[in-house]
Nanobody, 119 residues
Framework: VQLQASGGGLVQAGGSLRLPCAAS????????MGWYRQAPGKQRELVAT???????NYADSVKGRFAISRDNARSRVYLQMSSLKPEDTGVYYC??????????????WGQGTQVTVSS
């Protein structure tokens, strides 16, 4: 599976951005998808996930401001970010994962897209 994240850029605090991630997976719908971010000098952290069934989960720091969604027909996952804060700055990564019938965990990451929020 190859993942291509895009849509990053420089935005002022309070602004919005939409990050799409395109997947090459032939069976995209069976993958759980997620967005993670890494700020300079910090560890990568979970931002939001959406399961193959459509259940969503968010980091407390982005609840009410970010929304994750998926389009299985186009093999894409999106992260809509609103009311952006300078602390949202970082490289945003797209992830796909699933567990096979044999119990093997498959895990794929995209290359990341930079989001910079100015104060």
């Amino acid at each position: 599976v190859q993942l291509q994240a895009s849509g990053g850029g420089l935005v002022q605090a309070g602004g919005s951005l939409r990050l799409p991630c395109a997947a090459s997976a032939s069976a995209f719908s069976i993958y759980n998808m997620g967005w993670y971010r890494q700020a300079p000098g910090k560890q990568r952290e979970l931002v939001a996930t959406i399961s193959s069934a459509g259940s969503t989960n968010y980091a407390d720091s982005v609840k009410g401001r970010f929304a994750i969604s998926r389009d299985n027909a186009r093999s894409r996952v999106y992260l809509q970010m609103s009311s952006l804060k300078p602390e949202d700055t970082g490289v945003y990564y797209c992830r796909a994962d699933r567990t096979t019938r044999l119990g093997i965990q498959l895990d794929y990451w995209g290359q990341g897209t930079q989001v910079t929020v100015s104060s």
